[in-house]
């Protein structure tokens, strides 16, 4: 009976959606659900970091802002930690049914992570869709006030934080893929 309650409102959301922030925010938070409960939208957007990271393989730097035109959920994450092993796999199954031109997910190694170190970790876990990317100084990571590993933000279309969810979560839940795919229907 959820679920149907929240396909319902899913649809209703595709088909009315508030075209001046995206997604009506209230009904998406209404979708949330078991440990989607932790996913906390923000009343007014708040402005992500400007800070650089590093791009996967050495492939130079980028911002936060060269993702915007999309949702992003952004995963600040660590090698060391054992919640971010667990739910890097649901993030790369979120990747593989939402990401395109509307939705991505952009996984960032905070702090002292190998590079090498790093792709061991996703080899392991069999993920080949999700970047390596790092921030190795925690600069975007402080500048977001990332006080503990996993945090996972959502940032709209503008590149602005809309919703954050501290520590692990099934993201390979129902509520998690109804509230991904009412943003990404109403971008």
């Known amino acids: 009976m959820r679920l149907v309650r929240q396909l319902s409102l899913y649809m209703a959301l595709a088909l009315g959606a508030n075209a001046a922030f995206g997604a009506d925010l209230s009904a998406v938070e209404a979708l949330r659900e078991g440990d989607m409960k ?15 990271f590093e791009l996967a393989d050495g492939a130079g730097e980028a911002q936060l802002s060269d993702y915007e035109g999309k949702y992003v959920l952004l995963n600040f ?35 002292r992570n190998n590079p090498a170190g790093i792709k061991k970790f996703f080899e392991e876990i069999g993920v080949t869709n999700l970047p390596r990317h790092q921030d190795p100084k925690s600069a975007v990571a402080r500048d977001m006030t990332v006080l503990g590993l996993p945090i996972t933000v959502i940032l709209d279309p503008e590149g602005n934080e809309i919703a954050r969810l501290r520590g692990e979560a099934d993201w390979s839940s129902e509520s998690a893929k109804a509230v991904i795919g009412a943003l990404v229907a109403g971008s």
């Open 38 to 52: 932790k996913l906390v939208f923000h009343t007014e957007a708040k402005p992500a970091s400007n800070a650089s």
């Open 77 to 111: 994450w660590a090698t060391w930690c054992p919640p971010c092993r667990k739910e890097m796999p649901m993030l790369s199954a979120l990747q593989d049914e939402f990401g395109g031109e509307n939705f991505e997910v952009l996984t960032l190694a905070t702090g």
